[in-house]
């Protein structure tokens, strides 16, 4: 079979022809050029965050609907022509891998000891869960971090602003002001620049990401904290037979959260409630909720527990590139200290 061709005119004034690939490569396509895709259904699909083919194309056609509120059969027709026109390929050497990691932003705690714990502090474009008992000081590093994003980046800062979506009812304008002040920071500039929505169960937990989106197309995002994160879920699917489809929306809710933070380059903090394990001999039973799926999702797992003196030590017990280790935190007024 002939590949088609393109004929053009080199310097010499004569014509040569130009595979189609070549110039294919050089025009990328956009969701536009899918078969079937009007301005309304390319608006929808965009607005459900599907800004690329790759996104499209490595979907089901069933979570396409209900995410871009679609049929079905029209899903279906769309993933097939995504799959046709997105680059799959998708590999890049180590080199290339490694630039791109340059990208990558290091958020201050406040602790110098924490930071080192975590290689220069919290990374961008991860997922780092928080676990521990109650009064554990949670919400509170959920708090100065919150601050910390204001920051300029020379001040340990990200310079960008917050998403806070709140499950427990426990986050508090005046702890912010409180720690903003201790910063130097203007407490009511802080307030204006940290977002923040109740909700109120795992459906709504779930549209609030789905906002965020939405938002986030006009406010510079750089860090989004749920606290709690398994809250709602552990209330609402309870026994063992609800556990499947637990997982499955918990799944769904932590993939939304690491696409927002690989496009805004951007940090998601997750707090997470425990339980006790009462088959533990010996050691610390305390287990963190959420099993396998919060697990394999987090990039970062610190584990927070009470110490001596109001201090806590926080462990980090899971990351890519890190060894396991401790730190010790003091929650003082002016947020967390060494």
Same mark, same amino acid.
């Given at each position: 079979?002939?590949?088609?061709?393109k004929t053009a005119t080199n310097m010499d004034g004569?014509?040569?022809?130009?595979?189609?690939?070549?110039?294919?490569?050089?025009?990328?396509?956009?969701?536009?050029?899918?078969?079937?895709?009007?301005?309304?259904?390319?608006?929808?699909?965009?607005?459900?965050?599907?800004?690329?083919?790759?996104?499209?194309?490595?979907?089901?056609?069933?979570?396409?609907?209900?995410?871009?509120?679609?049929?079905?059969?029209?899903? #279906?027709?769309?993933?097939?022509?995504?799959?046709?026109?997105?680059?799959?390929?998708? &590999?890049?050497?180590?080199?290339?891998?490694?630039?791109?990691?340059?990208?990558?932003?290091?958020?201050?705690?406040? #602790?110098?000891?924490?930071?080192?714990?975590?290689?220069?502090? &919290?990374?961008?474009?991860?997922?780092?869960?928080?676990?521990?008992?109650?009064?554990?000081?949670?919400?509170?590093?959920?708090?100065?971090?919150?601050?910390?994003?204001?920051?300029?980046?020379?001040?340990?800062?990200?310079?960008?602003?917050? &998403?806070?979506?709140?499950?427990?009812?426990?986050?508090?304008?005046?702890?912010?002001?409180?720690?903003?002040?201790?910063?130097?920071?203007?407490?009511?500039?802080?307030?204006?620049?940290?977002?923040?929505?109740?909700?109120?169960?795992?459906?709504?937990?779930?549209?609030?990401?789905?906002?965020?989106?939405?938002?986030?197309?006009?406010?510079?995002?750089?860090?989004?904290?749920?606290? #709690?994160?398994?809250?709602?879920?552990?209330?609402?699917?309870?026994?063992?037979?609800?556990?499947?489809?637990?997982?499955?929306?918990?799944?769904?809710?932590?993939?939304?959260?690491?696409?927002?933070?690989?496009?805004?380059?951007?940090?998601?903090?997750?707090?997470?409630?425990?339980?006790?394990?009462?088959?533990?001999?010996?050691?610390?039973?305390?287990?963190?909720?959420?099993?396998?799926?919060?697990?394999?999702?987090?990039? &970062?797992?610190?584990?927070?527990?009470?110490?001596?003196?109001?201090?806590?030590?926080?462990?980090?017990?899971?990351?890519?590139?890190?060894?396991?280790?401790?730190?010790?935190?003091?929650?003082? #007024?002016?947020?967390?200290?060494?």
């Open positions: 079979m002939a590949s088609k061709k004569e014509e040569e022809d130009i595979p189609m690939a070549e110039i294919e490569e050089e025009e990328e396509a956009t969701i536009e050029d899918l078969p079937g895709v009007g301005p309304a259904t390319a608006e929808k699909l965009k607005e459900a965050g599907f800004d690329d083919l790759l996104a499209i194309a490595v979907m089901s056609p069933t979570e396409l609907a209900e995410q871009a509120e679609l049929g079905e059969a029209v899903s #279906s027709k769309i993933i097939q022509g995504a799959k046709k026109l997105a680059n799959i390929g998708g &590999f890049l050497s180590g080199s290339k891998l490694l630039d791109r990691r340059k990208q990558v932003q290091k958020l201050s705690s406040g #602790s110098s000891a924490l930071d080192e714990l975590l290689g220069g502090g &919290f990374e961008t474009q991860s997922i780092c869960e928080v676990f521990g008992e109650f009064g554990s000081g949670k919400t509170q590093i959920g708090h100065q971090l919150a601050v910390n994003t204001l920051m300029p980046l020379d001040q340990g800062g990200l310079a960008g602003e917050v &998403f806070y979506i709140d499950t427990e009812d426990t986050f508090r304008p005046e702890r912010i002001a409180q720690m903003a002040e201790a910063v130097g920071m203007d407490p009511e500039d802080a307030l204006e620049r940290i977002h923040v929505a109740r909700a109120y169960n795992s459906a709504h937990q779930m549209l609030l990401v789905d906002e965020i989106k939405r938002m986030s197309k006009t406010i510079d995002v750089k860090l989004i904290i749920v606290d #709690s994160l398994t809250s709602h879920f552990r209330a609402e699917y309870v026994g063992r037979g609800m556990l499947a489809p637990r997982q499955q929306k918990l799944n769904r809710h932590l993939k939304e959260l690491k696409q927002l933070s690989d496009v805004h380059n951007a940090l998601v903090l997750v707090t997470n409630q425990v339980m006790s394990n009462p088959g533990t001999m010996w050691g610390d039973p305390t287990k963190a909720i959420g099993g396998h799926i919060v697990g394999h999702a987090s990039t &970062f797992r610190l584990y927070l527990r009470k110490s001596k003196g109001g201090r806590r030590v926080a462990r980090l017990i899971d990351s890519p590139n890190l060894p396991e280790g401790d730190a010790v935190i003091s929650v003082v #007024s002016e947020g967390i200290r060494d």
